[in-house]
């Protein structure tokens, strides 16, 4: 059984940086992709950003140019690096993998949470 770990949330002030890590029990790059998602409070839980293990990466509208995720294969862990924090950008954030392209991001971690305060 596949467990993911995220840690790195925290209260940072509008304008801040965060960098979240979601260590993985196995070999990351055995899964098809990576991803992080935010469940807001009240709201629905959304993708932020994933990865494949072609190293393809997709982000949200709403952080492009402010997010970045990558991966450390030796670690087997994948990070999400996050700039120009907004207000908006408070939830709690969740890492997830998906096996193949056909199936749905799953293996959901705790979560952290991050809180941006304006």
């Known amino acids: 059984q596949v467990q993911l770990v995220e840690s790195g949330g925290g209260l940072v002030q509008a304008g801040g940086s965060l960098r979240l890590s979601c260590a993985a029990s196995?070999?990351?790059?055995?899964?098809?992709?990576m991803g992080w998602y935010r469940q807001a409070p009240g709201k629905q839980r959304d993708m932020v950003a994933t990865?494949?293990?072609?190293?393809?990466?997709v982000y949200a509208d709403s952080v492009k140019g402010r997010f970045t995720i990558s991966r450390d294969s030796a670690k087997n862990t994948v990070y999400l690096q996050m700039n120009s924090l907004k207000s908006e950008d408070t939830a709690v954030y969740y890492c997830a993998r998906r096996v193949a392209p056909t199936t749905a991001f799953g293996s959901w971690g705790q979560g952290t949470q991050v809180t941006v305060s304006s």
């Open positions: 990865i494949t293990n072609g190293g393809t990466k």
């Open positions: 196995g070999n990351i790059f055995g899964f098809y992709a």
